[in-house]
């Protein structure tokens, strides 16, 4: 099956900096990756998705770059502010409806004005 | 994004108390809805997979007569709790998946303690 590893754990930047979480998956099936932030005592919020057929998609201050090759994708902020503060999970899925993601571990992200 | 409710948003109750969390889908049928447990610190990890009108798949070590899912329309699927213990305390959310998207939203989780 699907196993997702995501680095860093932890990740502590000053406002206005940029941050980078990193993700590696294994099954070459998988095609669609999501990003979600999640606050404290709330459910995870998608913020952004890249699907297999490009390389890099953005959202204004948020992006994500997919390198199917070496299984890894990443989310980059840039201009980093406190509410940015929350826990990341990037998460795989074979791009099928009805298909459960299966998650990283997450990273705390911690901007600090 | 879509939106998903669950209700309630915390609850608190008795050791061997059945608990019941709803899940809805508001703004679209979801033909797949996915229950997951998070532990305080850690990942979400999923629990089933409740398709409507059908039975729940269940994911392995979780307990199908322990955690009873019902997915009886395309807009609800609850989870109860069966006689729960406190080791049952955890944070439930459910997400959903429907009309041939592969794209999932999450509801805003239901924290269950257990005394």
């Known amino acids: 099956g699907e196993n997702v590893e995501q680095h860093p754990s932890t990740l502590s930047v000053q406002e206005g900096d940029s941050a980078v979480i990193k993700c590696t998956y294994s099954d070459s099936a998988s095609n669609y990756f999501p990003w979600y932030k999640q606050e404290l005592g709330k459910g995870p919020q998608l913020i952004i998705d890249?699907?297999?057929?490009?390389g890099e998609k953005k959202d204004q201050r948020i992006a994500v770059t997919l390198n199917k090759t070496a299984k890894h994708f990443s989310l980059h902020i840039t201009e980093t502010q406190p509410e940015d503060s929350a826990v990341y999970f990037c998460?795989?899925?074979?791009?099928?409806?009805?298909?459960?993601?299966?998650f990283g571990k997450g990273t705390t992200l911690s901007v600090s004005s | 994004g879509a939106v998903v409710s669950q209700h309630p948003s915390r609850v608190i109750c008795k050791s061997g108390t059945s608990v019941k969390i709803e899940c809805r889908s508001l703004?679209?049928?979801?033909?797949?809805m996915f229950w997951y447990r998070q532990f305080p610190k850690q990942s979400l990890m999923l629990m089933a997979t409740?398709?409507?009108?059908?039975?729940?798949?269940?994911e392995q070590g979780v307990e199908k007569d322990k955690f009873l899912i019902n997915h009886a329309s395309l807009t609800l699927s609850t989870l109860t709790v069966a006689s729960a213990h406190p080791e049952d305390s955890s944070f439930y959310i459910c997400s959903n998946s429907g009309g041939g998207l592969d794209t999932q939203y999450f509801g805003p989780g239901t924290r269950l303690t257990v005394l």
């Open positions: 998460a795989a899925s074979p791009n099928q409806a009805g298909t459960a993601l299966i």
């Open positions: 409740s398709n409507e009108g059908s039975k729940a798949t269940y």
């Open positions: 703004d679209f049928q979801a033909t797949t």
């Open positions: 890249i699907r297999s057929n490009v």
